[in-house]
């Protein structure tokens, strides 16, 4: 644990010009040999953070250290992070192997080194026997795995991916997303991975930081951030989520919708104002007899795996139910759940008064799932 | 669209084609087999193939290659700021300005500025130096010339900059590529068509230059251009002329195959 983190930012702040800064006093570090992913909406400073990591930019103010070496005026040639980026952005008049062997010719490898490192890296992204392939000729996973290539060949101790999967369709996105994180196991160096993609984020990560409006809302791991979610921005943007107005009448016991619902929240204040979280697939539909929540179903959404139904209680509240059963639209259902299944975010509370209270009151995620 | 539009839209230019293109081609061709006396006759050929227009042809693709090379020693770190400066309109617009005004105009310009009474000697006594003989010299003729040209390199290559994805810079530099090595393997590489198409604009017109080797150069430059206008406007040996003029258009195809821009899917 008393490992030097590979990388630490230091209360750092990224303005461009005079507009609002992008990035604003965000600190964290990052251990080797893990998958980090950055998750926000766009304009929230994930790139940005990439972009600090890589050198393109430097900061405003704050420090950045690499392997606990200040780095903030060290130029993005000089630094062992290589970058997987949005666009690919192989070079057009390259071929393939040409393109991997960039940064090794750079380095003046001897050519029969460069020749088994580029041919070891296309081996490991497979794409054996493409060497000679103009960039033009490849679809677009198969860029992808260019780019990878070209980055990984370089034995950096940071890879850092923007968006890599974006430009993607649906179906190879989810077989990238499987071959990315067996692919930093293998490889056993960092991974920083940039994403606005949810479910991406929670596929692949070890630990996940959410970043809305140039600050970080919530880091932890894709369970920790699912399952507790510190504040609404998160809890809206990871998953869907049913969030609704409540008064904490004492620890553990919660009024919400016009009932009182035991609960595995604590450290709160007598009837202090909170915010209720139930993710949709929590609520199990029963009869109305024997739901905790009764609510008239409002509409139906057939979505495959699921129905999606939204329902509205006696209070108002809108519920999202996901769920293999159907409802007819009109018809007055019982909503069932466990005290687990309520999540309590108090308003306004930072990550680190969040993550204290968790730790002296809360259920940790992995009891209440046990 | 049907052949009779496609042929009834075509005809205008067509017509213009051939009246102004290829008849003319056709007749400068004509011409060229036929001596002062108007006898058929490949002498005309033979001719060219003497020391006296060799070296006049030596001279032309020499000074036309110059003034190219240095046109493109200027234009391509111009090209490069160009493209990543903030008022890039203004100042293509300031550097394309030039070429709007008559090219006579500017050369008279030119021989006030250069003159034995002009700015540049005023200048030069502010420090007590004597009058220069810099009009009529080999630095002026090339001075002119590629301030008249220098806007056709400096487009093509700026469109080629601006066309080349930044990304590549990037990740360039983050393979661990230096400045230097950026521009030799990347930018260079991906702006050489813009570079082709600017040696084609510079060096093919550059080739028969006549107007500025007579008034900047006071005629110290003879070459094939102004032999042209000499045969045509004072000796009248038509013939030759239009053999020197055959010549040269070889010379450009050959310059166009030499800079063609390689195609790139």
């Not at chain 1, 040409?98 to 580029?118: C, H, I, Q, S, T």
């Not at chain 1, 951030?225 to 609704?244: C, K, L, T």
């Amino acid at each position: 644990m008393a490992e030097v983190p590979i990388i630490r930012f230091e209360n750092v702040t990224k303005q461009f010009d005079d507009d609002e800064p992008i990035l604003k006093h965000v600190s964290f570090e990052l251990e080797r040999g893990k998958f980090y992913t950055l998750l926000g909406p766009s304009g929230c400073g994930k790139t940005t953070i990439l972009r600090l990591i890589a050198g393109f930019i430097q900061p405003t103010s704050g420090r950045i250290y690499f392997n606990g070496r200040l780095i903030n005026d060290v130029p993005a040639n000089k630094r062992q992070v290589n970058t997987v980026f949005q666009d690919y952005a192989l070079f057009p008049h390259l071929d393939v192997f040409e393109n991997v062997a960039f940064g090794l010719r750079v380095k003046k490898l001897p050519e029969a080194r460069v020749r088994d490192k580029v041919l070891e890296a296309l081996r490991f992204v497979n794409l054996q026997g493409f060497e000679r392939r103009k960039i033009h000729e490849m679809s677009g996973g198969q860029k992808q795995r260019v780019a990878i290539a070209r980055a990984i060949v370089n034995e950096p101790e940071v890879l850092l991916l923007d968006e890599p999967l974006s430009a993607l369709d649906l179906k190879l996105r989810t077989e990238m997303q499987y071959e990315l994180r067996e692919l930093q196991r293998r490889l056993g160096i960092t991974f920083v991975f940039v994403t606005h993609d949810q479910e991406e984020a929670l596929a692949m990560s070890d630990e996940i930081f959410v970043l809305n409006n140039g600050r970080i809302e919530q880091s932890g791991t894709p369970r920790d951030i699912y399952d507790e979610p510190i504040n609404r921005f998160v809890a809206d943007f990871i998953g869907e989520s049913n969030i609704v107005p409540g008064v904490m009448l004492e620890d553990y016991l919660v009024s919400f919708g016009g009932k009182t619902f035991r609960c595995v929240d604590g450290g709160f204040h007598r009837n202090e104002p909170v915010e209720v979280v139930i993710r949709p697939e929590d609520l199990e539909l029963v009869p109305p007899d024997r739901g905790l929540l009764t609510v008239t179903v409002e509409s139906l959404l057939f979505r495959g795996v699921h129905y999606e139904m939204i329902g509205r209680d006696e209070e108002g509240n809108r519920w999202l139910v996901h769920s293999t059963k159907k409802a007819q639209v009109g018809e007055t259902i019982g909503l069932d759940f466990e005290p687990e299944d309520i999540h309590i975010m108090r308003l306004g509370e930072s990550e680190e008064e969040f993550d204290r209270r968790i730790e002296a009151y809360g259920v940790s995620t992995d009891d209440a799932n046990a | 669209m049907t052949r009779t539009l496609k042929w009834t839209l075509l005809a205008p230019y067509m017509l213009w084609i051939v009246v102004f293109v290829i008849i003319p081609i056709a007749l400068i061709a004509w011409n060229s087999f036929f001596d002062l006396e108007g006898r058929l006759t490949l002498d005309n050929f033979v001719r060219f193939f003497s020391p006296t227009y060799l070296k006049m042809s030596f001279i032309s693709i020499w000074y036309a290659f110059l003034i190219t090379f240095i046109s493109l020693l200027v234009a391509y770190p111009t090209a490069y700021v160009l493209s990543r400066t903030r008022h890039k309109q203004l100042l293509l617009l300031l550097i394309i300005l030039p070429s709007w005004v008559n090219l006579l105009l500017k050369t008279y310009a030119f021989m006030g500025i250069f003159g034995m009474y002009g700015l540049v000697n005023a200048f030069l006594s502010l420090f007590g130096i004597p009058a220069q003989e810099i009009l009529f010299t080999d630095f002026s003729f090339i001075f002119v010339s590629v301030y008249i040209f220098i806007p056709f390199m400096i487009l093509p290559i700026y469109n080629a900059m601006e066309e080349m994805p930044r990304g590549l810079i990037e990740a360039a530099l983050d393979l661990g590529a230096s400045q230097w090595t950026v521009i030799r393997r990347v930018i260079w590489p991906l702006t050489l068509d813009g570079v082709k198409t600017g040696i084609q604009a510079v060096f093919i017109p550059s080739l028969s230059l006549f107007m500025i080797t007579r008034l900047i150069a006071g005629n110290r430059v003879i070459t094939l251009g102004t032999a042209i206008e000499q045969h045509f406007l004072v000796t009248q040996d038509w013939g030759m002329g239009a053999t020197i003029a055959i010549v040269l258009v070889l010379m450009m195809v050959v310059t166009m195959r030499f800079a063609q821009a390689t195609p790139r899917a």
